[in-house]
């Protein structure tokens, strides 16, 4: 994971025309993900941007860290980073990481930041930016994750924070890190595996990409009758219908049910029954903003204890011509996906920015997932002592 570090006095970021973030003095941060990176590299790379000491002591020499000065760090996600111009012309990002871990990551770079005591601003991932500075000094720098040496600090140099032991147990860092724990190799998945109430290819290509070990189980849950007319509510219940439609047939294990609506103006848009509705959904979305709603719950087989949340993501789509529209239902693409567009293929030529969670405008807001399974699982635990 690389990061590009300048400070800053000031420094600003612009999404069609509005300022999504900024700050005063500070640092700027153009942060990449390549593949292979994992949650250990964006935590070191968050401790290491918060205490790197690059700021002026009454002495005029850089002695001094952003937590030290009470400055801000603006968080931009920047995947040429990983830009390869060795050989001919055209850059090749081939080292750059998928979409959906690179979100991930980029959100555990922020929360570990944050959970060092600095706070953070950010660009939106996926969109256009025009980012905007003050460079004080000039003083850039460049951080890659790959290329850490381990931290020692003497006993007595208050001067040198610990990078690998500075945030309190109470730390959101620490709290994030606790979830987090429920993807590695000691999680207690890999003893029980998740079961996806779902046979939705994204949502298993979403936990596959963060090594969580799961079985497929359809729920055949009622997905028709009884819907309220209030997003939240309608994908909560859907996620909890097909969760709890797989728990009643199972003696143990967490269950993951899940459901995703696309609304515009209050109107909830489904998956589309033909081409022409198809077509219809795209018509009405084209050049507006919309909402992705994803209702997520994780029950526990055994108790029947449910834990449900609710991510929600704004996406606007670009000015479409009907030509265009057809071309792209005529591809397939859209039948099987809330809204008729698939963000995670073809579709993402059709998305003129996000703001939010990128998984969940796939399918399943993973940062979200992990909380509620790391929940049930404490709770399953609780219960079992």
Not at 61 to 78: D, F, I, W, Y
Not at 180 to 203: F, G, M, N, T, Y
């Amino acid at each position: 994971m690389r990061a590009l570090i300048q400070r800053v006095s000031r420094a600003s970021v612009e999404v069609e025309g509005a300022i999504c973030g900024e700050i005063g003095p500070g640092l700027l941060v153009l942060a990449g993900v390549a593949k292979g990176d994992a949650l250990a590299d964006a935590e070191w790379l968050g401790r290491k941007i918060a205490h790197l000491r690059i700021f002026r002591d009454g002495e005029k020499k850089m002695n001094r860290s952003v937590v030290e000065t009470g400055g801000a760090v603006l968080l931009v996600s920047q995947f040429t980073l990983h830009g390869d111009a060795r050989k001919g012309r055209r850059p090749s990002f081939e080292k750059a990481a998928a979409p959906e871990t690179a979100v991930l990551l980029l959100d555990v770079l922020q929360r570990t930041i944050e959970g060092e005591g600095v706070p953070v601003q950010t660009g939106k991932f996926g969109a256009m930016m025009n980012v905007e500075l003050v460079n004080d000094g000039p003083v850039t720098l460049m951080l890659d994750s790959r290329e850490q040496e381990t931290e020692a600090v003497a006993a007595g140099d208050s001067g040198k924070p610990p990078l690998t032991n500075v945030a309190s147990a109470n730390s959101p860092a620490v709290r994030f890190h606790a979830r987090w724990a429920i993807a590695d190799a000691d999680s207690p998945l890999r003893k029980e595996p998740l079961i996806l109430a779902s046979e939705s290819e994204r949502r298993r290509d979403l936990l596959r990409e963060i090594g969580i070990p799961f079985e497929v189980v359809p729920s055949e849950a009622d997905e028709a009758n009884g819907l309220p007319e209030d997003p939240t509510q309608f994908v909560e219940l859907l996620a909890e219908r097909k969760a709890r439609a797989v728990a009643s047939r199972r003696t143990r294990g967490l269950v993951l049910g899940a459901d995703t609506i696309v609304v515009r103006e209050g109107r909830i848009y489904g998956k589309p029954v033909d081409r022409n509705d198809a077509a219809r959904m795209l018509t009405e979305l084209a050049g507006r903003e919309h909402l992705v709603y994803t209702g997520v719950c994780v029950m526990d087989a055994a108790g029947g204890s449910a834990h449900v949340r609710t991510v929600v993501t704004r996406v606007r789509l670009h000015d479409l011509t009907k030509d265009e529209i057809q071309r792209y239902v005529e591809s397939g693409e859209p039948m099987g996906k809330a809204g008729a567009y698939a963000i995670q293929g073809r579709g993402r030529l059709l998305v003129a920015g996000i703001d939010g969670d990128y998984s969940n405008v796939v399918g399943l807001p993973l940062g979200a997932t992990l909380d509620l399974i790391a929940e049930a699982a404490e709770h399953s635990a609780g219960k079992s002592k």
